[in-house]
């Protein structure tokens, strides 16, 4: 069992008194190690287990936002212990963010990224162009230069993460593309968003709009063992509470649940026994942000949190289960600088 961090009696105060979570915050956090911090701001991460390794993505830069030169670094584990670099993937100009690693049905690991381009000779700097990016690892164990995606929308895209199920990947596209059902947000941004799908990793073909106001965005797919699809989506105007939403093939009707806390770099996954979700997200707390493990029921209702270790900037948590712990990789600045955690968290403590 790994030594436990207690909170302070202040800050235990100030998180029972005014937290939006209808669980009970625990009095102790968990710690986590620091795995990267080479470049001045590092991030978003994503974690997935492939030919005997685990994998972390994340992004490198000089800023959370904006800037011209984000790139992905990746990083490899057979231990959890000792973590060596493995990859960088980057490309002249374009600001490459949220790298999200996926395992393709040929057997060829995938790297999905957003594309940001920026004018900074303006003051704040000007978003002029966003569009998913994808990189693919050949033979020789390297990734190719990132190349666009091609989709059905035209406008600023992005999507976010990629979730393959019996030979196909699902994502979710938001933005302001042209071609997609757009909500005006009360920030302006006329955002939606649209579930797609790929075969081979780059071209993208529309499945639906979401029915989801509230400036939409991050989100994350599964499937249960009898194909029914989940996503949780992370809203960012209005009342900014996540939603989760459900439905069935060919995935064109879903059901909505709006859930009673905010999600910040969502991903999810099923417990083994298909009963509960277990949610890594931001945790938006009155003493400010940490990173955060919840154990829900299937409509999202919080069973269980776990706060991790964590500050400031902080959370975009990549999980997967492995040997009856639960792994998970994040990003915080609660030390000053934005740097990569990781934590090993026996499923016996979450369940």
Same mark, same amino acid.
């Given at each position: 069992?790994?030594?436990?961090?207690?909170? +302070?009696?202040?800050?235990?105060?100030?998180?029972?008194?005014?937290?939006?979570?209808?669980?009970?915050?625990?009095?102790?956090?968990?710690?986590?190690?620091?795995?990267?911090?080479?470049?001045?701001?590092?991030?978003?991460?994503?974690?997935?287990?492939?030919?005997?390794?685990?994998?972390?993505?994340?992004?490198?830069?000089?800023?959370?936002?904006?800037?011209?030169?984000?790139?992905?670094?990746?990083?490899?584990?057979?231990?959890?212990? *000792?973590?060596?670099?493995?990859?960088?993937?980057?490309?002249?100009?374009?600001?490459?963010?949220?790298?999200?690693?996926?395992?393709?049905?040929?057997?060829?690991?995938?790297?999905?990224?957003?594309?940001?381009?920026?004018?900074?000779?303006?003051?704040?700097?000007?978003?002029?162009?966003?569009?998913?990016?994808?990189?693919?690892?050949?033979?020789?164990?390297?990734?190719?230069?990132?190349?666009?995606?091609?989709?059905?929308?035209?406008?600023?895209?992005?999507?976010?993460?990629? +979730?393959?199920?019996?030979?196909?990947?699902?994502?979710?596209?938001?933005?302001?593309?042209?071609?997609?059902?757009?909500?005006?947000?009360?920030?302006?941004?006329?955002?939606?968003? *649209?579930?797609?799908?790929?075969?081979?990793?780059?071209?993208?073909?529309?499945?639906?709009?979401?029915?989801? %106001?509230?400036?939409?965005?991050?989100?994350?797919?599964?499937?249960?063992?009898?194909?029914?699809?989940?996503?949780?989506?992370?809203?960012?105007?209005?009342?900014?509470?996540?939603?989760?939403?459900?439905?069935?093939?060919?995935?064109?009707?879903?059901?909505?649940?709006?859930?009673?806390?905010?999600?910040?770099?969502?991903?999810?996954?099923?417990?083994?026994?298909?009963?509960?979700?277990?949610?890594?997200?931001?945790?938006?707390?009155?003493?400010?942000?940490? *990173?955060?493990?919840?154990? *829900? %029921?299937?409509?999202?209702?919080?069973?269980?949190?776990?706060?991790?270790?964590?500050?400031? %900037?902080?959370?975009?948590?990549?999980?997967?289960?492995?040997?009856?712990?639960?792994?998970?990789?994040?990003?915080?600045?609660?030390?000053?600088? +934005?740097?990569?955690?990781?934590?090993?968290?026996?499923?016996?403590?979450?369940?």
């Amino acid at each position: 069992m790994k030594k436990l961090i207690a909170l +302070t009696p202040f800050l235990l105060l100030s998180l029972f008194g005014l937290t939006q979570f209808p669980a009970p915050l625990p009095s102790t956090v968990i710690p986590g190690i620091e795995i990267w911090s080479g470049a001045p701001h590092n991030a978003f991460t994503d974690l997935i287990e492939y030919k005997g390794y685990v994998y972390c993505s994340f992004r490198e830069g000089s800023g959370h936002v904006p800037g011209s030169n984000g790139v992905g670094r990746i990083l490899r584990t057979k231990d959890g212990k *000792t973590w060596e670099p493995f990859a960088l993937i980057r490309k002249e100009g374009i600001d490459l963010r949220d790298q999200k690693i996926s395992v393709m049905p040929d057997g060829r690991m995938l790297c999905l990224m957003g594309g940001s381009v920026y004018d900074t000779t303006k003051k704040p700097s000007r978003l002029l162009g966003m569009y998913p990016h994808v990189a693919f690892m050949g033979k020789n164990m390297e990734f190719t230069t990132p190349e666009r995606a091609v989709l059905d929308n035209s406008g600023r895209n992005w999507i976010w993460r990629l +979730t393959w199920y019996k030979g196909t990947g699902y994502g979710i596209d938001y933005g302001d593309g042209s071609e997609r059902k757009a909500i005006k947000t009360a920030g302006g941004r006329n955002f939606g968003v *649209t579930l797609v799908k790929t075969t081979d990793g780059k071209h993208f073909e529309k499945i639906t709009d979401l029915d989801i %106001d509230g400036g939409p965005n991050e989100s994350s797919i599964r499937f249960d063992t009898r194909g029914k699809m989940y996503i949780l989506v992370r809203r960012e105007d209005g009342d900014r509470l996540g939603v989760l939403a459900t439905g069935n093939a060919p995935f064109t009707a879903f059901n909505y649940q709006k859930l009673d806390y905010r999600l910040g770099g969502p991903d999810f996954m099923f417990t083994p026994d298909q009963k509960k979700l277990i949610v890594g997200t931001r945790l938006y707390l009155p003493g400010g942000a940490k *990173t955060g493990v919840l154990l *829900t %029921d299937l409509n999202g209702k919080v069973l269980k949190t776990l706060v991790l270790e964590s500050g400031g %900037d902080c959370s975009y948590p990549g999980m997967l289960i492995k040997e009856k712990e639960l792994w998970v990789s994040y990003y915080a600045s609660h030390t000053g600088k +934005t740097k990569i955690y990781f934590t090993r968290i026996p499923l016996s403590d979450l369940l």
